[in-house]
C-alpha cells in the first residue's frame, strides 16, 4: 500500500517551454501532497504544499508564478514549470499524505533537464 | 525555521561494520520518520517512530526517537553493500510540514 507514482521519470525539453509532471496516489486518497525540489548529494527543499481543492502553499523563495501547482483531486497533483530556463534543470520529487496520518509516501521523481 | 541537522555528513565504511547516524534538533516533533533514497529514486520510508524514548528495530536497523522527541539516531549492524543510500530524518508537527534533515550519505563497501 501507500504507493505514489510520478509521471514522467525523466524530461528533457528547451529553454522557454512548460513542463508539466504528474503526481498520484495510486492506493489511497491523498487530502494534501508536497513538491520537494532536490540538488545533487543534497537534501529535500520544499516548494509547496498543496491540499486538495484549494490553491497551494509555496515556501519563501518560490515563484508562485513559475511553478503552478494543481491539486484538482485526492490522488492527483501537478506540477508545471513555466517558461523552463537551464538553473530549473533539477530533481523534483512529490509526496502524498492521507488525511488523518502525519507520514509523508514519495513518488519516485522527475529528472528535468533543461537545455 | 526548524533545523533537523545529521552527523555525519558522509560516512564510508568496510562490509561488516557498524554504523550511527544522529537527527538532532531544538525542535520537538510529534513524530519522526527515517527514509532511505537511492541515487534517481525518491525517499523510501524506512519508519516512523512517535514517542518519546521509542525503539524500534527493522532486521539490522535499530531506531531510537529520543525521550524529549526533538533527536533520533539510526544503528546499523553488520552494514552491507545493499545499506549504500542517503539517509533521510524528517520531523512532523501534527499535520504540518515536514521538516528533513540534511542527509547522511553511507557507503558500504564489499
Known amino acids: 500500500g501507500a504507493v505514489v507514482s510520478q509521471h514522467p521519470s525523466r524530461v528533457i525539453c528547451k529553454s522557454g517551454t512548460s513542463v508539466k509532471i504528474e503526481c498520484r496516489s495510486l492506493d489511497f486518497q491523498a487530502t494534501t501532497m508536497f513538491w520537494y525540489r532536490q540538488f545533487p548529494k543534497q537534501s529535500l527543499m520544499l516548494m509547496a504544499t498543496s491540499n486538495e481543492g484549494s490553491k497551494a502553499t509555496y515556501e519563501q523563495g518560490v515563484e508562485k508564478d513559475k511553478f503552478l501547482i494543481n491539486h484538482a483531486s485526492l490522488t492527483l497533483s501537478t506540477l508545471t514549470v513555466t517558461s523552463a530556463h537551464p538553473e530549473d534543470s533539477s530533481f523534483y520529487i512529490c509526496?502524498?499524505?492521507?488525511?488523518?496520518?502525519?507520514?509523508?509516501?514519495f513518488g519516485p521523481g522527475t529528472r528535468l533537464l533543461v537545455l | 525555521t526548524q533545523l533537523l541537522e545529521q552527523s555525519p555528513q558522509f560516512l564510508s565504511i568496510q562490509e561488516g561494520e557498524n554504523l550511527t547516524v544522529y537527527c538532532n534538533s531544538s525542535?520537538?516533533?510529534?513524530?519522526l520518520q527515517w527514509y532511505r533514497q537511492e541515487p534517481g529514486e525518491g525517499p523510501v520510508l524506512l519508519v516512523t517512530?512517535?514517542?518519546?524514548?521509542e525503539v524500534k528495530k527493522l532486521k539490522r536497523l535499530t531506531f531510537q526517537f529520543g525521550d524529549a522527541r526533538k533527536d533520533s539516531s539510526l544503528h546499523i549492524t553488520a552494514a552491507q553493500p545493499g545499506d549504500t543510500g542517503l539517509y533521510l530524518c524528517?520531523?512532523?508537527?501534527?499535520?504540518?510540514?515536514?521538516?528533513f534533515g540534511t542527509g547522511t550519505k553511507l557507503q558500504v563497501i564489499p
Open positions: 525542535s520537538v516533533f510529534s513524530s
Open positions: 509526496s502524498a499524505r492521507a488525511g488523518g496520518g502525519e507520514t509523508q509516501y
Open positions: 517512530v512517535v514517542t518519546g524514548g
Open positions: 524528517a520531523g512532523g508537527q501534527g499535520y504540518q510540514k515536514v521538516t
